[in-house]
């Protein structure tokens, strides 16, 4: 006679999925910050054209270019430090300058790749890898 035995492990599972969900959204996150860096990397003079990424003076803007994720919420955002809350302004353009857009071609640019690292880093963890 043969017998089946199924052991719900639920708990055990909704833990997996929520820790390849945080590991997959920080790969996410700070490969999106590694990109908009490099996006504004280019050194000033010359000063950056209306619609082109601005140009790097001290680098300050640069490196105020972070992630924070909430565990709690499995969500991440994208945050320019308050110390640089020039370069939202140079993303968004305001009534004297024209934009020069960074934060929305780099995504628009890069989303398929971002997308992928999001799939294979939740598949590893899935599966056992870290």
Known sequence: MAELTYTWRGKELESLWHKASLTALHAIAQRLVELC????SDDYPPASDPWTPPHKRTGIGQRSIVTRIDPTTTSAALVVLSRAKYMLYLELGTHRILPR????????????????LGHTT?????????
């Open 122 to 130: 939740f598949a590893r963890v899935m599966r056992g890898g870290r």
């Open 101 to 116: 857009p960074w934060l929305r071609p780099t995504i628009i640019r890069h989303h398929r790749e971002l997308e992928l």
């Open 37 to 40: 860096r490099v996006e504004v």
